[in-house]
């Protein structure tokens, strides 16, 4: 018979139809809970189902890494560090005439140009010269690497004679050079140019002109391109009309698409 004062009972002394009693007992508050669970969870069914959704669609709009294809994935980066003969002062359309645009359209997509000249530039300014709104290359050297270049290609100088000595711009080259090489680049220097008539820049311009340029390929054998010498023909001397812009100082179209056609078969010798 069972108890009913609430005293504890060893259960192996309950009869079978109390223990079927309490087997239902238990399996009443097993379902009870199991129903508690499932309504728990529906009410947040719906924002788990919101928070994937919203993961998937953060993991979807992600950018991912491009692949690279074609022939600009293999393209090389070439710096053009100069003055105004690289900028294409003189030429009517700089951005298809000037000689780093030429060689861009004549690459067949092996090179990336990137045409930093600058007209007026000097390579090198002097000690205690205030600048003329503009820093020299040597200074935009360092913007220049910041393209990560395979190549830099350096034509200056025209514009310091007068201010600087040759062995300044001398010395601005080769520490150029010495930057260029450490930042894991190559690089080539090109000739300055001539004048189509002397009077048209400061006294002893072709002395300047002619030690630099003479010291630049003595130096640096297999990565030059003599700009002067195609310039001046057989005179030696000034710059053939035939390739002048009409300014007596910058090169024309022409005379750009030479030099194009010259640091591009340069850059694929093996000498860079």
């Not at 069914?45 to 994937?52: E, H, I, S, Y």
Request: aromatic residues 6%; glycine residues 10%.
């Amino acid at each position: 018979m069972a108890r009913h004062d609430g005293a504890s009972r060893d259960p192996g002394t309950e009869t079978p139809l109390e223990q079927r009693a309490e087997m239902r007992q238990r399996g009443g508050r097993l379902r009870a809970r199991s129903l508690a669970v499932g309504r728990l969870g529906a009410r947040w069914r719906p924002a788990a189902v919101f928070l994937a959704t919203a993961i998937a669609v953060i993991l979807l709009a992600a950018p991912r890494p491009v692949a690279a294809t074609g022939s600009a994935s293999k393209a090389r980066v070439v710096v053009a560090l100069g003055d105004s003969i690289t900028s294409g002062f003189g030429l009517e359309d700089p951005s298809t005439e000037s000689w780093p645009a030429q060689a861009q359209a004549l690459s067949d997509g092996r090179y990336v140009f990137v045409n930093q000249g600058v007209a007026g530039d000097e390579l090198a300014t002097a000690a205690g010269r205030v600048s003329p709104g503009w820093p020299p290359m040597q200074v935009r050297l360092r913007a220049a690497l910041a393209h990560h270049p395979w190549c830099v290609v350096l034509l200056g100088g025209a514009n310091d004679v007068g201010i600087v000595s040759v062995e300044t711009d001398e010395a601005a080259i080769r520490a150029m050079t010495d930057t260029i090489v450490a930042a894991g680049s190559r690089f080539a220097v090109v000739t300055i140019t001539p004048l189509a008539a002397p009077a048209i820049r400061p006294h002893g311009y072709p002395a300047f002109a002619n030690r630099l340029n003479s010291w630049i390929l003595q130096t640096y054998p297999g990565r030059t391109v003599n700009y002067w010498k195609y310039m001046t023909g057989d005179s030696g001397t000034r710059m053939l009309s035939a390739l002048n812009s009409g300014d007596g100082i910058h090169p024309n179209e022409a005379a750009a698409h030479w030099l194009a056609l010259h640091v591009l078969a340069l850059l694929g010798s093996p000498s860079i």
